[in-house]
């Protein structure tokens, strides 16, 4: 059976999981095409808090996930309420099953850790704990089979591209390719245009690929372009990735310009939409790709900054690993947000070295190589009239 295939044990345990995932997932036959919203409609919703608990029973002989505080930037003392209207958005590199079992040679990491039938838990329990309004995935290799009926019961609307190559395919019993995921809650938002994007470097189409999506508030009316990415990964890349990421660049000034793009869901609008870009980068801010966008003229900043003391030092990880070549601590992922337009009101912050553990990342209690970032945004200019 392929990599992560299903428990009739867990199904008989966990009912509302295995409800969702009997649930006929849609298909996807051409990956730049987008489902439409509307085919969310007519799922009966589950109830958040039913299927965290049964996450916490699924997961009660591992040992807990490594406590994260909501933190404040600087200046943000008084503003300590969850704005009404503030967005929370979740980044995250999950590990496709197929890396974490068959490639990536985590030599710390017991390999009945990363068993899909309780890694899964890991997973949504980190997603439903937080709740974020807007969810950006990297190395998805079990959306049509998991997250994408999970999500759409949960009251989400997902989108999907998988590597043209992507390495899942060399792992026997792999699920299918991995590829980048974005979830919007429906309730919040309405979808006005999608971009299914192949990143290209000097010309020529590559590996990497990319999501964006322009939505609308239903709140406060006002647009919001989210975008999801994965760049060339390893040393030795660094002008691939910096190509790639000028690339991504000069389509997203393209569609915030325009009001969004064109599509069915396009409506024309002026002026520049507010922008998010989520992903894993595979680059520390020293690589020329990070500077490309800290000096993009989309004026973008990286919220994940606004931890540190003086505003303008990243953590000093978001993946930490070992594995046969040495021990990599990394920071390589980040939430990139105009920050004139928008501004961080609190994040998540990142575990410390004792809460990771020896062992490091992934284990048995934490289902990733990479940490997942989560902030709370809000649009610096109110409304002038709600929508």
């Known amino acids: 059976c392929p990599m992560g295939g299903s428990s009739s044990s867990s199904s008989r345990l966990f009912g509302t999981l295995a409800q969702s995932l009997n649930s006929a997932p849609l298909a996807q036959t051409d990956p730049y095409l987008e489902n439409s919203p509307d085919q969310d409609l007519d799922l009966a919703e589950i109830d958040p808090d ?27 003392a008084a503003c300590r309420h969850k704005h009404s209207s503030s967005i929370r958005i979740m980044q995250w590199n999950i590990l496709a099953q197929a890396l974490g079992e068959g490639k990536d040679g985590f030599i710390r990491c017991p390999l009945d850790a990363l068993n899909w039938q309780e890694r899964k838990y890991l997973i949504l329990e980190e997603i439903l704990t937080y709740r974020p309004d807007i969810l950006c995935l990297q190395e998805v290799d079990h959306y049509h089979d998991t997250f994408q ?24 019993q792999n699920n299918g390719p991995d590829g980048c995921a974005l979830f919007y809650r429906r309730s919040r938002f309405t979808l006005q245009a999608t971009a299914h994007l192949r990143l290209s470097a000097m010309m020529l189409p590559t590996n990497q690929v990319a ?29 691939l990735r910096s190509a790639q990421g000028a690339d991504l660049l000069q389509s997203l000034r393209s569609i915030t310009s325009r009001g969004g793009g064109s599509s069915s869901h396009s409506e024309a609008a002026p002026g520049a939409v507010p922008l998010i870009v989520c992903g894993d980068f595979n680059a520390e801010p020293s690589e020329d790709v990070y500077r490309r966008f800290s000096s993009s003229p989309l004026g973008l900043n990286s919220a994940y900054k606004l931890l540190s003391s003086d505003g303008q030092t990243e953590p000093a990880y978001t993946t930490w690993k070992i594995r046969p070549s040495g021990e990599s601590c990394s920071t390589l992922d980040y939430i990139w947000y105009t920050h004139d337009a928008l501004s961080v009101d609190c994040l998540l912050d990142i575990p410390t070295e004792e809460q990771i553990g020896p062992n490091r990342l992934p284990s048995y209690h934490y289902p990733s190589d990479h940490l997942s970032l989560l902030c709370d945004v809000s649009f610096t200019e109110e409304p002038h009239r709600l929508m």
């Open 149 to 172: 009926p999970i999500m759409a019961r949960l009251g989400y609307h997902g989108s999907f591209l998988a590597k043209p190559w992507s390495p899942c395919l060399d792992v026997e």
């Open 211 to 239: 999501i964006v999506q322009t939505l609308k508030c239903q709140l406060t009316g006002q647009r919001l372009c989210v975008a999801v990415t994965h760049l060339k990964a390893r040393s030795g890349w660094e002008r």
């Open 50 to 76: 039913k299927l965290l608990r049964e996450c916490e029973e699924a997961l009660q002989r591992r040992p807990a996930r490594p406590h994260r505080d909501m933190v404040y930037p600087r200046g943000m």
